[in-house]
């Protein structure tokens, strides 16, 4: 059965730092997401991303952070540069409407 | 804006017996409900869902959940629990219906089934 996969598991960076995380949705959906659960905490939707392009996005996914498609397979969340409060478990899901499969998720740690 | 409550952070519970982990939630507008579930250092599965027919719906491994559209409820339950149910259980909703897809989580029940 197709799941959605993530790369790394766990990333430690340091303030300031671009990350980048990736995933890699099942192959025939048409949604993607990114949520991110900071530990001890409810997991919050980032932003969607349909027809590639950003379908939505909540008032956590400010400046600092973008997406991509960049080559038809690959989904991507960057943050420009990391503060403390980033640190979190980062979910990306893929799904065509209205289900959503999450991936295992990236541990991200910033010191 | 749509809320859901989980008012049950933690539920033990003793093997065999029957469990209910309640999930409530908050829209003006019709709405998908969905339950996950999170094994202990793993991602988020799904488990069941509701999207319209049948407001009872099961999963493969004997949990089931109903929605109560006057209630705004989708409360999940299991007739008879095993050890490897032990996990944290997040309630979701998403909608309007033909809308946008972001879900909405409840903080989360963790089940802990003890021999």
């Known amino acids: 059965e197709p799941e959605v996969t993530q790369t790394p598991s766990h990333q430690v960076t340091q303030m300031g730092q671009e990350v980048i995380l990736r995933c890699v949705p099942i192959s025939n959906h048409l949604y993607f997401y990114w949520y991110r659960q900071i530990l001890g905490q409810k997991v919050e939707f980032l932003v969607s991303?349909?027809?590639?392009?950003?379908?939505?996005k909540s008032e956590i996914f400010d400046d600092q952070f973008s997406v991509e498609r960049p080559d038809g397979s690959n989904f991507t969340l960057k943050i420009r540069s990391t503060k403390l409060e980033d640190s979190a478990m980062y979910f990306c899901?893929?799904?065509?409407?209205?289900?959503?499969?999450f991936g295992p998720g990236t541990r991200l740690t910033v010191t | 804006a749509q809320s859901v409550t989980q008012l049950d952070s933690q539920v033990p519970v003793f093997e065999e017996a029957p469990v209910e982990l309640r999930c409530n939630y908050s829209s003006s507008v019709s709405v998908y409900l969905f339950w996950y579930v999170q094994y202990p250092n793993q991602g988020l599965q799904l488990l069941l869902k509701y999207l319209s027919g049948s407001t009872l719906v099961e999963s493969i491994n004997g949990f089931e959940a109903e929605f109560n559209k006057s209630q705004t409820s989708f409360h999940l339950r299991k007739p008879s629990v095993h050890i490897s149910d032990t996990a944290e259980y997040f309630c979701a909703v998403s909608g309007p219906k033909g809308g946008g897809n972001k879900l909405t989580f409840g903080t989360g029940t963790q089940l802990k089934v003890e021999l």
């Open positions: 991303f349909y027809n590639n392009e950003i379908s939505e």
């Open positions: 899901a893929s799904g065509n409407s209205p289900v959503a499969y």
